[in-house]
């Protein structure tokens, strides 16, 4: 596999001509699930169990984040929603306050190894935690759509509101990123009773 490096401004934004994801289908079966009994690593070193968490939450699961100095892999930027992870974390941690005033939780996911989410959460200095889905138990679980770039395997991006471990509502695709924390934002003041 032969990586570009990631240029300053790929990382904190969007390429305008970035292609933009169909959908596919493949999260049709979702709503309405309950969450996997599956536990998984997180940025501050806990293991979080997402079907046992009460009340309201939103997690959203994206395929890597970029890191400075670090190649992106070759073609990255034309692959349908892929780019935009770093923008879609922080628009989650510049509404945190927001969310969390509402009683709602914020967890990221992606198959990232806990070391290279712990880089990124720092970088971005994001208040709520990311979790590790490194060997597929949650993906698997809940035949989430991955793709796979060279020898890497990812999960497209995708958002979920729970209540009581519940998926109430599933958006995807989800494009543009950074406007996906305002699509949840509607959704819960409509919603959330």
């Not at 501050?44 to 992106?72: A, E, H």
């Amino acid at each position: 596999m032969q990586d570009i490096q990631s240029p300053p401004d790929v990382i904190f934004s969007i390429p305008a001509n970035a292609p933009i994801p169909s959908d596919d289908g493949a999260c049709e079966h979702l709503e309405n699930m309950l969450m996997p009994d599956v536990s998984l690593w997180s940025t501050d070193d806990q293991k979080i169990n997402l079907s046992r968490l009460s009340g309201w939450n939103v997690i959203f699961c994206y395929p890597m984040t970029g890191r400075p100095g670090v190649s992106i892999p070759e073609g990255w930027i034309q692959i349908p929603g892929a780019a935009g992870c770093t923008p879609q974390a922080c628009s989650y941690r510049d509404n945190h306050t927001e969310l969390k005033r509402s009683g709602v939780g914020v967890y990221g996911i992606s198959t990232q190894t806990s070391e290279a989410q712990k880089e990124a959460s720092n970088r971005l200095g994001l208040p709520y935690p990311l979790l590790s889905d490194a060997n597929f138990s949650f993906s698997l679980a809940l035949k989430l759509p991955l793709l796979e770039v060279g020898n890497f395997k990812l999960i497209k991006r995708l958002t979920f509101i729970l209540k009581d471990g519940m998926i109430k509502k599933c958006f995807y695709p989800v494009f543009p990123p950074e406007k996906n924390v305002v699509e949840v934002l509607a959704w819960l003041s409509e919603n959330q009773a």
